[in-house]
């Protein structure tokens, strides 16, 4: 069990009631003078610690409104956080900045240890403007209404109420008029908010554009670079990868459909694309979020004793929450909590294949979490996206020497492996969809409702297969865009799982040739959090951040392998 170590700078029972109960801690860290490198290095921590509390006090009253979005009272919580008390800690965070970089001393520090943080804060430094403080806050109002929206739609199957979540599992019914209802009725829920999700998406990108406009950016993309210190690659990098993707990935997705097509002996549907082409029934590899929470343990446990060690110290704590229900916010994600150092796994379980996928999935970033837990600085454990998404990707296949938990016979394992093998092969033109969709959404950010729609079609042609007959429900398929969260909560937050899918694919190739120093490797690259460069990190975990044709051509040509010996 961990134990949560006590404040050296905060009082130990600090409670975020209202700003006068924060300020005065910015305040001493303003004023403070600072006679050495050591009083820097000690003012460093003291910075730390407090910025690890205000963040795990804001990750608490996320996690509690997405886990039941009709408490109006937990939403409140959330909003007074994101409207009172972050619009008053950002130009203080600037103001901190600006004392560290101005200190004679900082040129003393480590460069080997402090410099991708100090070159992180020279970035916010730069891109910081005090008018987009209120307009964050608004964004962060905005955005968090899409997961009630999404939270609230429920449909009516077999006379029973079901989430959305919950519904998608009759996509695999081996009946397909049943798979036929089931599409409808998920698809009017869908259409019924269409034009209340276009309207949010439309204000979200104002605000978006707002804020770069005043930062100095012709367009929110480059702000969005700039802000996510994408330091080792450049839209251009994006372009060629999409390219790549096209190229080098869609021939293989063709195939696969192809052989759907074939197997099932009838022009595909949009709720043929789930389905077992045998007709077997969908696997159910658990029963429930306490089944789904004993498998993993156990699972985690055949890989690396470590890795089980981390989901059961979740658990003890309390920082799991795995069932679709009612009111729960759609997704997955495991939320970084900078103080204690245990995360928080949030999920929407539903039985499914697919489920065991995200948990695993999860269970990596969460692992991660606890590699990085004892670096010095809390910003140290802040890793870019494409570090934290090689972190869980990777995991997904690396668990599969333990998946027999989930599956018992053999068969139902190497047709989940399949699923999931062609399944990543399936959402690298999805990611180069959503990446491109959003390049084009905000450097024209004007565009119409209209445009939108034939854009995103335009998109689904360069990206599909054209073998899926959308007809009756083109309106549908030009609304398939709202599915994706990142889209409204955290924009340009996409790209990454490609490249990181790619990493994690040469981790798990790794692996099969030398388990042990596969897994040593993947440890040693996380326990960096972010004190290396993106390259470095890779290169510690045994890969390389690579993205080019001929590189995604021999991973593609490993998985067609994989596949064959299934």
């Not at 029934?281 to 055949?302: H, I, N, W, Y």
């Not at 024209?444 to 042609?461: A, C, G, M, Q, S």
């Not at 993106?534 to 951040?545: H, N, P, S, W």
Request: charged content about 30%.
């Amino acid at each position: 069990m961990i134990v949560i170590t006590h404040h050296n700078f905060l009082p130990d029972k600090i409670k975020v009631t209202s700003w006068d109960k924060l300020e005065p801690y910015f305040t001493q860290l303003l004023e403070r003078e600072i006679h050495s490198k050591e009083e820097l290095e000690t003012w460093l921590k003291h910075r730390s610690e407090l910025e690890a509390f205000v963040s795990e006090d804001l990750a608490w009253r996320y996690v509690r409104m997405t886990c039941n979005t009709e408490d109006s009272a937990l939403e409140l919580a959330y909003l007074f956080f994101v409207n009172e008390i972050e619009p008053k800690i950002s130009p203080l965070s600037d103001k901190l900045n600006r004392k560290l970089v101005e200190c004679k001393y900082t040129a003393e520090l480590d460069h080997d240890k402090y410099f991708i943080y100090l070159r992180g804060i020279k970035k916010e430094i730069e891109i910081f403007r005090e008018v987009n403080v209120p307009i964050f806050a608004e964004i962060s109002t905005e955005s968090q209404k899409y997961g009630t929206i999404v939270g609230s739609m429920m449909v009516e199957i077999d006379g029973k109420e079901l989430t959305l979540q919950q519904a998608s599992n009759f996509l695999k019914n081996p009946d397909r008029s049943k798979r036929e209802e089931t599409f409808k009725k998920m698809n009017e829920k869908r259409m019924a908010h269409a034009d209340e999700l276009d309207e949010l998406f439309n204000k979200l990108i104002s605000l978006r554009h707002k804020v770069a406009v005043n930062a100095g950016f012709a367009n929110f993309r480059d702000y969005m670079f700039a802000a996510m210190g994408r330091f080792d690659y450049s839209p251009q990098d994006c372009f060629n990868f999409h390219e790549a993707i096209q190229k080098e990935v869609m021939p293989l997705v063709k195939d696969f459909t192809k052989k759907r097509e074939q197997e099932l002996g009838y022009k595909l549907r949009p709720w043929d694309m789930d389905v077992d082409t045998k007709n077997r029934a969908a696997l159910e590899p658990f029963t429930s979020g306490d089944d789904l929470l004993d498998k993993t343990v156990k699972c985690f446990r055949k890989v690396d004793e470590y890795f089980a060690w981390c989901i059961e110290t979740m658990n003890n704590m309390d920082r799991l929450d795995l069932e679709s229900r009612k009111g729960k916010a759609p997704g997955g994600y495991n939320y970084p909590m900078a103080e204690t150092n245990v995360p928080f796994i949030f999920m929407n379980a539903a039985s499914s294949t697919r489920d065991v996928e995200t948990m695993v999935h999860e269970g990596g970033h969460a692992v991660h979490s606890f590699l990085s837990k004892d670096l010095e600085l809390s910003s140290f454990k802040s890793c870019p996206s494409e570090v934290a998404e090689l972190a869980s990707m990777s995991m997904e296949l690396l668990s599969y020497d333990g998946q027999n938990e989930f599956y018992k016979n053999k068969t139902d394992f190497n047709r989940a492996k399949e699923e999931h093998l062609e399944g990543i092969i399936k959402i690298l033109p999805w990611i180069a969809t959503i990446d491109k969709f959003q390049h084009w959404i905000y450097t024209n950010p004007v565009h119409t409702i209209d445009e939108r729609k034939k854009y995103w079609i335009e998109l689904t042609k360069e990206f599909g297969t054209g073998m899926v007959d959308w007809s009756g429900f083109e309106d549908v398929q030009m609304y398939g865009w709202q599915k994706q969260l990142h889209l409204y909560e955290v924009p340009f937050y996409y790209i990454e799982y490609g490249m990181a899918q790619l990493g994690a694919l040469a981790v798990w190739r790794n692996f099969i040739t030398n388990k042990t120093k596969a897994i040593q490797q993947y440890k040693d690259a996380l326990s960096l959090g972010y004190t290396k460069t993106i390259g470095e990190i890779y290169k510690t975990a045994g890969i390389q951040f690579n993205f080019s044709d001929s590189y995604i051509k021999e991973l593609m040509a490993f998985v067609k392998g994989e596949l064959k010996k299934l």
